[in-house]
């Protein structure tokens, strides 16, 4: 018998071997991705199949990040993927085909990024446009033009990303850690490099960085998506295998970390209001057998409210936020949670909680409930992560930076295996006081003795790419060929797969899509921040916050522990004019959550001990914002366009802590009253889903619930300010934020607001090769970022304005070419090849964000909440090709006025700083 199997296991190898695409040698296929190598050159190929949305993502990974630097070339990685995108002899600006514009011509989401040890870069675009995805980054492989005058506009940009993370208390406080930490391995410094190494590590240096890593031995190319496997094989064999393999070995990282033989502490102390706490300890290598023990762990600390920390301390009032940095990497690294203190919270105080509870693990183990629910949230993270694929790419990525793409296979079977003895152990071996690196954020007061710096801004994370919205299609300039042409004319239907209903009042779409066994939803009520009383502003806010803390007959931990069993998600926020909510489960759940969505919307409980709670993390949070450039900057801006009555007018942050101070719980439940019910009330449900069980769940869960408002019609604004420049000082900032704007008096509904959507998208609206960035960034080498935009304009009219960020030292640079490219724009318009080109964009760009439930999910909502019907989402794209060039030049003209601008800036700058 073993003979037997032996004979036909080798005949089945030697079928499966002859069955090769040519030039290509099948390695392993395992969860529906297979693994090609490309025998020429030893070039890694993935591909996965999904044929459910017209879009792939093509994605290249080089193993090289900054584990391969060394000092004097710190921040070389993120440099060098910077001007990746400045060309080839066959892709560049100056014959004009600039990489973001062939790309971004078709609607391509594309970006790069650069990590501890990898980098990679990816589109995201119709499949029809594989081809062209698949030469440009073979051809910038081994052909990049890597020249001087490119670096040194670029090294400015480059440091000025630098001089943003230095203003976050939470990011300049890592990198302490990790150099504290690690003192030997390359992790030791961060990658965006030393500041010194960002600005003075020479072109040649970047050049020998290219010569030595990128080549097609050291990459991993991934295709995931809709395409077909032999045309896509043929493709890269076409392009790739025509580059030779590295001339010398790829070099190896050999230095491994000394064992630590004591505690260490670092403490910054900078400008700020909020104090942070990290305590670091070494773990393995990702690889690891005990890795899987440790993904477990960090859900039973950190992960949602029935986590231990967040019972410890948010919920105890010794903390007003908390985050926990952990991810496998390829090397031995960090697991750190950071503690962002409530006022009057010691450090001391926090970091010893921190360790009571390793202690408590090491002591007394997990219990059989908290494990479960950490299994079944990674299990739901895992199917939501299958999403798109771009989301599958995403986390493949992580996977060969490790070192083993099965990694992303092979997770659940291993985090199955976990047991409550294996997550003790590992808190035992490595959670130890003589492995540990503390590290102190102390906020002191403006002008003492203190470094740059502030309290921590949003969105904050270690990952260093081109911009800082990595959903955001990059858009670019190009010609308009035949095939973009043919894009514009390809209809959308998808409202064949969708149904609207009203259900026990309530407006609810559902849309049935290809992906397997997820379920996004997202709507909205009318009892936004614009119907609080005058008396105090925080009403809705505080009302929204305390929604998921605790029903008539659910305390917080028990609803929390409901959805977190489930491994689900489900949120609320509140802005202008609504309540929000968006959810995230499998569709065998969706029954479960949206009861749990229905009891909190209906039976709060609204206790005084919860909302003592809410306030005191609220004040934190205030007292953040005082200290961010970006919120004083819009702040400011929104006080000197709009009327107090205007709803975009909002309130100061000042305000809000002063308001806040006299909310009461009798205001909140009054509030609730008042404005809560199904009224006004949107659901949308997107994903693996039957449209009558849909209706069916919301039915049996909302009917009976009565009550709520409609959003009212509000004014036009009228012109309160305008040609004022206004100056909002904040110490020790080390980037100063720039805001330019003044009211359009429109709508999202109005007819004009589309021309002027697409004029603006021209000027700056998200892209590289937008005239912003191209000219402002790309070529003066002014900025990391700027852009323009209209906003707040969905039940009002709202502004637009142009955002941006500048070293104070280049501020008066960046402000007079930010104003001479407005002039600009204003008298002359823009041209016809740059208007065709965005509509082209747009339109592509609009298929590539439908193609995951959240992007549907957030188009249609914003459709339905602008009055539009359900047609016009297959319909858009004909509303944007209907737009003639006349439309989009009259309305620059019509509705922006350089002469009439408000301008403000916030950070450590003077007017002369601005005008000098």
Same mark, same amino acid.
């Given at each position: 018998?073993?003979?037997?199997? /032996?004979?036909?296991?080798?005949?089945?190898?030697?079928?499966?071997?002859?069955?090769?695409?040519?030039?290509?040698?099948?390695?392993?296929?395992?969860?529906?991705?297979?693994?090609?190598?490309?025998?020429?050159n030893?070039? @890694?190929?993935?591909?996965?199949?999904?044929?459910?949305?017209?879009?792939?993502?093509?994605?290249?990974t080089?193993?090289?990040?900054?584990? %391969?630097?060394?000092?004097? @070339?710190?921040?070389?990685?993120?440099?060098?993927?910077?001007?990746?995108?400045?060309?080839?002899?066959?892709?560049?600006?100056?014959?004009?085909?600039?990489i973001?514009?062939k790309?971004?011509?078709?609607?391509?989401?594309?970006?790069?990024?650069?990590?501890?040890?990898?980098?990679?870069?990816?589109?995201?675009?119709?499949?029809?446009?594989l081809? =062209?995805?698949?030469?440009?980054?073979?051809?910038?492989?081994?052909?990049?033009?890597?020249?001087?005058?490119?670096?040194?506009?670029?090294m400015?940009?480059?440091?000025?990303?630098?001089?943003?993370?230095e203003?976050?208390?939470?990011? &300049?406080?890592?990198?302490e850690?990790?150099?504290?930490?690690?003192?030997?391995?390359?992790?030791?410094?961060? @990658?965006? +490099?030393?500041?010194?190494?960002?600005?003075?590590?020479?072109?040649?240096?970047?050049?020998?960085?290219?010569?030595?890593?990128?080549?097609?031995? %050291?990459?991993?190319? /991934?295709?995931?998506? #809709?395409?077909?496997?032999?045309?896509?094989?043929?493709?890269?064999?076409?392009?790739?295998g025509?580059?030779?393999?590295?001339?010398?070995?790829?070099?190896?990282?050999?230095?491994?970390?000394?064992?630590?033989?004591?505690?260490?502490?670092?403490?910054?102390?900078?400008?700020?209001q909020?104090?942070?706490v990290?305590?670091a300890?070494?773990?393995?290598?990702?690889?690891?057998?005990?890795t899987?023990?440790?993904l477990?762990?960090?859900?039973? =600390?950190?992960?949602?409210?029935?986590?231990?920390?967040?019972?410890?301390?948010?919920?105890?009032n010794?903390?007003?936020?908390?985050?926990?940095?952990?991810?496998?990497?390829?090397?031995?690294?960090?697991?750190?949670?950071?503690?962002?203190?409530?006022?009057?919270?010691?450090?001391?105080?926090?970091?010893?909680?921190?360790? #009571?509870?390793?202690?408590?693990?090491?002591?007394?183990?997990?219990?059989?409930?908290?494990?479960?629910?950490?299994?079944?949230?990674?299990?739901?993270?895992t199917?939501?992560?299958?999403?798109?694929?771009? &989301?599958?790419?995403?986390?493949?990525?992580?996977?060969?930076?490790?070192?083993?793409?099965?990694?992303?296979?092979?997770?659940i079977?291993?985090?199955?295996?976990?047991t409550?003895?294996?997550?003790? %152990?590992?808190?035992?071996?490595?959670?130890?006081?003589?492995?540990s690196?503390t590290?102190?954020?102390?906020?002191?007061?403006?002008?003492?003795?203190?470094?740059a710096?502030?309290?921590?801004?949003?969105?904050e994370?270690?990952?260093?790419?081109?911009?800082?919205?990595?959903?955001?299609?990059?858009?670019?300039? *190009?010609?308009?060929?035949?095939?973009?042409?043919?894009?514009?004319?390809?209809?959308?239907?998808?409202?064949?797969?969708?149904?609207?209903?009203?259900?026990?009042?309530?407006?609810?779409?559902?849309?049935?899509?290809?992906?397997?066994n997820?379920?996004?939803?997202? !709507?909205?009520?009318?009892?936004?921040?614009?119907?609080?009383?005058? @008396?105090?502003?925080?009403?809705? #806010?505080?009302?929204?916050?305390?929604?998921?803390?605790?029903?008539?007959?659910?305390?917080?931990?028990?609803?929390?522990?409901?959805?977190?069993?489930?491994?689900a998600?489900?949120?609320?926020?509140?802005?202008?004019?609504?309540?929000?909510?968006? +959810?995230?489960?499998?569709?065998?759940?969706?029954?479960?959550v949206?009861?749990?969505?229905?009891?909190?919307?209906?039976?709060?409980s609204f206790?005084?001990?919860?909302?003592?709670?809410?306030?005191?993390?609220?004040?934190?949070?205030?007292?953040?914002?005082?200290?961010?450039?970006?919120?004083?900057?819009?702040?400011?801006?929104?006080?000197?366009?709009?009327?107090?009555?205007?709803?975009?007018?909002?309130?100061?942050?000042?305000?809000?802590?002063? #308001?806040?101070?006299?909310?009461?719980?009798?205001?909140?439940?009054?509030?609730?009253?008042?404005?809560?019910?199904?009224?006004?009330?949107?659901?949308?449900?997107?994903?693996?889903?039957?449209?009558?069980?849909?209706?069916?769940?919301?039915?049996?869960?909302?009917?009976?619930?009565?009550?709520?408002?409609?959003?009212?019609?509000?004014?036009?604004?009228?012109?309160?300010?305008?040609?004022?420049?206004?100056?909002?000082r904040l110490?020790?900032?080390?980037?100063?934020?720039?805001?330019?704007?003044?009211?359009?008096?429109?709508?999202?509904?109005?007819?004009?607001?589309?021309?002027?959507?697409?004029?603006?998208?021209?000027?700056?609206?998200?892209?590289?090769?937008?005239?912003?960035?191209?000219?402002?960034?790309?070529?003066?080498?002014? /900025?990391? *970022?700027?852009?323009?935009?209209?906003? %707040?304009?969905?039940?009002?009219? !709202?502004?637009?304005s142009i955002?941006g960020?500048?070293?104070?030292?280049?501020?008066?640079?960046?402000?007079?070419?930010? $104003?001479?490219?407005?002039k600009?724009?204003?008298?002359?318009?823009?041209?016809?090849?740059?208007?065709?080109?965005?509509? /082209?964009?747009?339109?592509g760009?609009?298929?590539?964000?439908?193609?995951?439930?959240?992007? $549907?999910?957030?188009?249609?909502?914003?459709?339905?909440?602008?009055?539009?019907d359900?047609?016009?989402?297959?319909?858009?794209?004909?509303?944007?090709?209907?737009?003639s060039l006349?439309?989009?030049?009259?309305?620059?003209?019509?509705?922006?006025?350089?002469?009439?601008?408000?301008v403000?800036?916030?950070?450590?700058?003077?007017?002369?700083d601005?005008?000098?």
């Amino acid at each position: 018998m073993n003979k037997l199997l /032996t004979l036909l296991f080798s005949l089945s190898m030697m079928l499966s071997a002859s069955n090769d695409p040519e030039g290509f040698s099948k390695i392993k296929e395992m969860g529906g991705i297979e693994e090609y190598r490309l025998e020429s050159n030893g070039l @890694t190929v993935l591909l996965m199949e999904d044929n459910s949305a017209p879009v792939l993502t093509f994605m290249v990974t080089y193993k090289v990040g900054s584990r %391969n630097e060394v000092t004097g @070339t710190t921040g070389a990685t993120h440099v060098l993927e910077h001007l990746m995108f400045k060309g080839t002899e066959k892709y560049n600006k100056e014959n004009g085909g600039h990489i973001d514009a062939k790309l971004g011509n078709i609607g391509a989401m594309l970006n790069a990024t650069t990590w501890l040890d990898r980098t990679n870069y990816y589109e995201s675009i119709p499949s029809d446009y594989l081809e =062209l995805a698949v030469d440009i980054e073979s051809d910038r492989m081994r052909n990049l033009l890597l020249r001087d005058e490119d670096r040194q506009a670029e090294m400015t940009v480059v440091r000025n990303e630098f001089e943003r993370g230095e203003n976050s208390p939470f990011q &300049s406080l890592d990198k302490e850690i990790w150099a504290a930490a690690i003192i030997a391995h390359p992790y030791h410094h961060s @990658t965006i +490099g030393w500041r010194s190494d960002i600005e003075n590590v020479p072109i040649e240096k970047l050049r020998e960085f290219y010569d030595t890593f990128y080549w097609p031995n %050291n990459a991993t190319v /991934t295709v995931i998506g #809709d395409f077909q496997k032999d045309s896509a094989l043929e493709l890269i064999k076409k392009y790739y295998g025509q580059i030779p393999s590295s001339p010398y070995p790829i070099p190896e990282v050999y230095t491994t970390e000394p064992e630590q033989q004591g505690p260490r502490r670092v403490t910054l102390k900078r400008s700020g209001q909020i104090g942070v706490v990290g305590i670091a300890h070494k773990i393995p290598k990702g690889t690891s057998d005990e890795t899987f023990s440790l993904l477990v762990l960090e859900k039973i =600390l950190s992960e949602g409210k029935s986590s231990r920390l967040y019972k410890a301390l948010i919920d105890q009032n010794k903390a007003v936020n908390m985050y926990l940095s952990y991810m496998p990497f390829r090397d031995e690294s960090l697991f750190i949670p950071y503690v962002m203190l409530a006022p009057g919270v010691t450090h001391e105080k926090v970091e010893k909680i921190i360790l #009571d509870e390793y202690e408590k693990i090491k002591n007394e183990g997990i219990t059989k409930e908290e494990l479960e629910r950490a299994k079944n949230q990674i299990f739901a993270q895992t199917a939501f992560s299958r999403d798109g694929s771009f &989301s599958i790419a995403s986390e493949l990525n992580e996977s060969i930076a490790m070192g083993d793409w099965t990694f992303f296979v092979r997770k659940i079977e291993n985090i199955n295996k976990v047991t409550e003895e294996d997550v003790k %152990n590992v808190v035992s071996k490595y959670f130890i006081e003589d492995k540990s690196t503390t590290g102190y954020f102390i906020p002191v007061t403006a002008g003492a003795d203190a470094e740059a710096g502030k309290a921590p801004q949003r969105n904050e994370g270690k990952l260093f790419y081109r911009t800082p919205n990595q959903e955001e299609p990059v858009e670019a300039e *190009g010609e308009l060929n035949a095939a973009t042409t043919q894009l514009l004319n390809e209809e959308i239907k998808i409202t064949d797969n969708m149904k609207r209903e009203n259900v026990a009042g309530i407006d609810v779409i559902s849309a049935k899509t290809g992906v397997d066994n997820v379920i996004t939803f997202r !709507g909205s009520l009318a009892a936004g921040d614009a119907f609080s009383p005058k @008396t105090n502003s925080l009403a809705a #806010d505080v009302t929204g916050a305390l929604l998921d803390k605790g029903t008539k007959n659910k305390s917080k931990f028990e609803l929390a522990e409901e959805l977190e069993n489930l491994g689900a998600s489900l949120r609320f926020s509140v802005s202008t004019h609504t309540l929000d909510f968006n +959810g995230k489960c499998l569709s065998k759940d969706f029954d479960k959550v949206i009861s749990l969505l229905a009891e909190q919307l209906r039976e709060p409980s609204f206790t005084q001990e919860e909302f003592d709670k809410v306030v005191n993390q609220k004040l934190g949070g205030l007292k953040q914002s005082l200290e961010e450039p970006n919120v004083r900057a819009e702040e400011k801006m929104n006080d000197l366009l709009f009327d107090e009555n205007h709803p975009n007018h909002g309130t100061s942050v000042q305000k809000a802590i002063d #308001d806040l101070s006299k909310l009461t719980l009798d205001d909140v439940k009054e509030f609730y009253s008042k404005y809560y019910g199904p009224k006004s009330m949107i659901l949308v449900a997107v994903g693996d889903l039957e449209h009558a069980s849909v209706q069916s769940s919301i039915s049996n869960s909302f009917n009976g619930w009565e009550g709520g408002v409609e959003i009212p019609s509000y004014e036009k604004g009228q012109i309160k300010t305008s040609g004022k420049t206004e100056i909002v000082r904040l110490e020790d900032k080390t980037s100063a934020t720039i805001q330019i704007g003044q009211i359009t008096g429109l709508k999202n509904s109005d007819k004009d607001y589309l021309p002027l959507t697409i004029a603006n998208q021209v000027f700056g609206g998200g892209s590289f090769t937008a005239r912003l960035m191209s000219i402002i960034r790309d070529e003066e080498g002014l /900025t990391y *970022g700027i852009y323009a935009s209209l906003s %707040n304009d969905v039940y009002t009219d !709202g502004l637009w304005s142009i955002w941006g960020t500048f070293s104070p030292d280049l501020l008066s640079k960046g402000y007079s070419s930010t $104003m001479r490219e407005l002039k600009r724009w204003v008298a002359e318009g823009v041209s016809e090849e740059e208007f065709n080109n965005v509509k /082209t964009r747009l339109i592509g760009s609009y298929k590539v964000r439908l193609a995951t439930t959240n992007g $549907m999910a957030s188009t249609i909502l914003s459709f339905i909440q602008r009055g539009y019907d359900l047609d016009y989402i297959d319909n858009y794209p004909k509303e944007i090709e209907a737009v003639s060039l006349e439309d989009v030049n009259a309305a620059v003209k019509k509705y922006i006025d350089p002469e009439k601008v408000v301008v403000v800036v916030a950070g450590t700058v003077t007017e002369e700083d601005l005008k000098k």
